[in-house]
């Protein structure tokens, strides 16, 4: 009897190996079955909504490719894992989708530590790497196999130190940064270097850490210090319990942010306290492109909920990675390395995308003014050398408008 | 100066609730010489119960009848899952050395916190907000300084929790059993008091205590997530080791 349970375990197990080992083998640079890319992003943990929000968008990109026929005749299945939000987690499940799953490339992480923890193994395994949206500089910077589809944080802290002078007309500012994250650190030290060569002054610098519960005390020393902006470069679960406190200490200056404030749950924690603030960000979904007005009747339709940014750029960076696959008419790696680095404006729906040498990508940002719970688009800000000259600084049009100022011309794809 | 007032009010009002769940530290500690791990855990069952009380009756408008219901079904049920605990998880070990306490201790912190990441979710809940405090401005005191309703609150919350537990343990008869339990278990029960029934109590009044601080600091930072009880345990923990004193009003004059 023991015998019998010890062969049938034997037998169960082998079988159990071979079924793992056919369809890794199956996927893997073959050019027949499904292409398999990983996602990795934050599903369960405190910035939940940016990994829920990315995935959904990769997803429909892969819908909409596989609909159409799919890459070079084959279709796209996207391996999802959730790192929880923890960078060890993020590097622990970039590993299982290389070793186990055997993906020709992978799609993530939101947050820039994350990224930046799991980019080194998958370029040790010369597998490419899109970031939807780590904006931190140093992720793409691990290797040439790591790629992004957003702006880069000294961009996004440029355009909001430039709405703050040129718009705002702020001179003194404070800055409440989040210590543990390098996106928040990264925003905080190229707002300071823009704000103050363009001449303004950053009076107060004070910082938290994430599940900090109380803030009071960091505002306080900011409130004294009488600032006319307060920019805040944190994520969601944060940034809509410190508007809350700076309201109920009196504060009236504006707080700026950047995208990590972009999530439905910012409305509930903050609600009427977010009034009057300002963040940058990588589209509108006010922008009346029609490229743009499809993704997000599509999305609506599918999810029943506006697409934030996140949302956006996971449908870019699959959009990208299908455009990069076609070109190579391969997933090997290396070739599928070069593709990816040779895209060339390409028609996305966050703006035209072309990937610099840097392995970043260079758009424009958009400006959007938070009031009774939605953003209103405010103004676009184009990088140096891109776009109609200069920041756009007559284009400041109200709140309450919803009139954008002129697109990059985005073909319908 | 009125910076200075400021963050006087702002630190009696952070204190206040460090200072609630600090009471239930000490009391178990007074009784068991056991450090409660889960007791950081029990603040965040009290927040999220009292976010389930609220959505569950739909009570989301600012409204202080709706805090007092939440706040004392959150405390209730707070009670019951601290002497569960008790019962289950630190009865049974209670005879072998501390450690083996202590390490079951850590072990049901695990598993509250996990239980919770399982059930629902790590992400952060937004808890509804009932004293009005996202677009209520504060009172002004002079210059700079003002104090908001949410913090006056919470302050006069607080007060009125610790005086009440002080006429519990200084002026009943199951406070001077308390008392004698923590002076000497063995003797106590000699003396014919059913020290498991009052030990059993201590967790109760201990963990209501959490979870009251568990509910007030949700209406000052909305944002509740399972682990939210990690930090604030450590942080509660330390002015227990600071306060000298045995008497509650100096500990929490120590604890501010």
Redesign the interface.
């Known amino acids: 009897m023991k015998r019998t349970l010890l062969s049938l375990l034997l037998i169960t197990t082998l079988f159990i190996g071979f079924a793992c080992e056919r369809r890794g083998g199956g996927s893997n640079g073959g050019s027949t079955g499904p292409i398999v890319v990983g996602y990795y992003g934050d599903l369960?943990?405190?910035t939940?909504?940016f990994g829920q929000s990315t995935k959904n968008g990769a997803e429909m990109a892969a819908d909409e490719i596989n609909k159409a026929g799919g890459i070079n005749g084959r279709t796209v299945q996207i391996v999802v894992e959730d790192d929880?939000?923890e960078p060890n987690k993020a590097a622990t499940v970039v590993t299982k989708l290389i070793n186990q799953d055997k993906v020709i490339a992978l799609l993530g992480e939101v947050a820039s530590s994350n990224s930046l923890a799991a980019a080194p193994k998958a370029q040790e395994a010369k597998v490419p790497m899109i970031s939807p949206s780590s904006t931190n500089p140093a992720v793409t910077q691990v290797g040439d196999y790591i790629f992004r589809v957003c702006f880069i944080d000294p961009f996004q802290g440029e355009v909001m130190a430039k709405f703050a002078t040129n718009n705002l007309k702020a001179k003194r500012a404070a800055i409440l940064y989040d210590f543990n994250s390098d996106y928040s650190r990264g925003l905080y030290q190229f707002f300071k270097r823009s704000f103050t060569s363009s001449g303004g002054q950053i009076v107060s610098e004070r910082s938290y850490t994430q599940?900090?519960?109380?803030f009071?005390?960091q505002l306080?020393?900011i409130?004294?210090a009488n600032v006319d902006v307060i920019y805040v470069p944190g994520y969601y679960?944060?940034v809509?319990?410190i508007a809350?406190?700076t309201?109920?200490?009196?504060i009236k200056a504006p707080l700026l942010g950047g995208d990590g404030w972009d999530a439905p749950?910012l409305w509930?924690?903050?609600?009427?306290?977010l009034n009057g603030d300002y963040i940058s960000n990588h589209y509108s979904v006010d922008d009346p492109s029609p490229a743009i007005q499809k993704f997000v009747s599509d999305y609506k339709s599918r999810y029943n909920i506006l697409p934030d940014a996140l949302a956006a750029l996971g449908y870019d960076s699959m959009k990208v990675l299908a455009d990069a696959i076609k070109r190579a008419g391969t997933t090997e790696g290396t070739k599928l390395r070069e593709a990816i680095a040779q895209t060339q404006k390409f028609p996305g729906v966050t703006g035209q995308i072309t990937i610099d040498p840097e392995r970043n990508a260079v758009k424009p940002a958009v400006v959007l003014k938070l009031q009774d719970s939605k953003f209103h688009y405010e103004t676009t800000i184009y990088p140096e050398g891109l776009g109609p000259a200069a920041p756009a600084t007559s284009a400041n049009s109200g709140p309450q408008s919803s009139a954008p100022a002129p697109q990059q011309p985005a073909k319908t794809q | 100066m009125?910076?200075f007032v400021?963050?006087l009010i702002?630190?009696l009002?952070?204190g206040a609730i460090y200072a609630l769940i600090a009471l239930g530290y000490t009391m178990v500690y007074g009784i068991l010489r056991l450090i409660n791990f889960a007791h950081g855990d029990i603040y965040m069952v009290g927040a999220f119960t009292g976010f389930f009380i609220a959505v569950s009756l739909g009570l989301t408008g600012p409204s202080f009848i709706s805090l007092t219901i939440v706040l004392i079904g959150a405390m209730i049920v707070a009670a019951i899952v601290g002497m569960i605990i008790e019962r289950f998880a630190y009865r049974p070990v209670r005879k072998y050395s501390r450690m083996t306490t202590l390490i079951m201790a850590i072990g049901v912190s695990l598993l509250i916190e996990n239980l919770f990441?399982a059930r629902i979710?790590?992400?952060?809940?937004?808890f509804p907000?009932f004293l009005g405090?996202?677009?209520?401005?504060?009172y002004?005191l002079f210059g700079?300084a003002?104090i908001?309703k949410?913090?006056i609150v919470i302050f006069l919350v607080s007060i009125v929790l610790m005086i009440v537990l002080q006429w519990i343990v200084f002026r009943t008869k199951v406070g001077t059993a308390m008392r004698a339990v923590s002076f000497n278990l063995n003797s106590a029960k000699l003396m014919g008091i059913n020290t498991d029934a009052i030990i059993s109590l201590t967790f109760a009044i201990g963990s209501a205590l959490a979870a009251a601080g568990g509910v007030l600091?949700a209406q000052?930072?909305?944002?509740i997530?399972p682990?939210?009880g990690i930090?604030?345990g450590l942080k509660a923990l330390s002015p227990r080791y600071s306060a000298a004193s045995e008497t509650f009003p100096v500990r929490y004059l120590v604890v501010c």
């Open positions: 369960s943990g405190r939940s909504s929880q939000g599940g900090d519960r109380d009071s005390g306080t020393a409130r004294a679960g944060e809509g319990v809350n406190q309201k109920q200490l009196g749950q509930q924690l903050g609600g009427a306290a | 009125d910076t400021q963050q702002n630190g009002n952070v990441v979710g790590a992400a952060p809940r937004a907000d405090s996202q677009s209520q401005l504060p002004h700079n003002a908001s949410t913090q600091t000052y930072n909305p944002n997530d682990l939210m930090l604030t």
